[in-house]
Nanobody
Framework: QVQLVESGGGLVQAGGSLRLSCAAS????????MGWFRQAPGKAREFVAA????????YYAGAVKGRFTISRDNAKNTVYLQMNSLKPGDTAVYYC??????????????WGQGTQVTVPS
């Protein structure tokens, strides 16, 4: 089992920045990649970013590419999502995920509880 705890969400004005953190514990040695997803009210959960540190590869959704950066602190077993130039459309609950299913960076076995990000229009 892998436990994930997100933090860092909040309310920020358009154009501002936030950094989300996802602390992993448990059997973290079983995973080689983690991802961030988000779900806005009334919408399906969508992929935001992923990091495969084994391969040194990052993936981003088109809507956030160039504004968001995913990174990892190995010593702290923590993955971050730096979000810059935030827009009202970024408002959502953000979830981190670990342990990809079938090698896909879009499907994971473990999920955090989510953290709310609100960017007022």
């Amino acid at each position: 089992q892998v436990q994930l705890v997100e933090s860092g969400g909040g309310l920020v004005q358009a154009g501002g920045s936030l950094r989300l953190s996802c602390a992993a514990s448990g059997r973290t040695f079983t995973t080689y990649a983690m991802g961030w997803f988000r779900q806005a009210p009334g919408k399906a959960r969508e992929f935001v970013a992923a990091l495969n540190w084994s391969a040194g590869i990052t993936y981003y959704a088109g809507a956030v590419k160039g504004r968001f950066t995913i990174s990892r602190d190995n010593a702290k077993n923590t993955v971050y999502l730096q979000m810059n130039s935030l827009k009202p459309g970024d408002t959502a609950v953000y979830y981190c995920a670990a342990d990809p299913k079938d090698g896909s960076y879009l499907r994971y076995n473990y999920w955090g509880q989510g953290t709310q990000v609100t960017v007022p229009s």
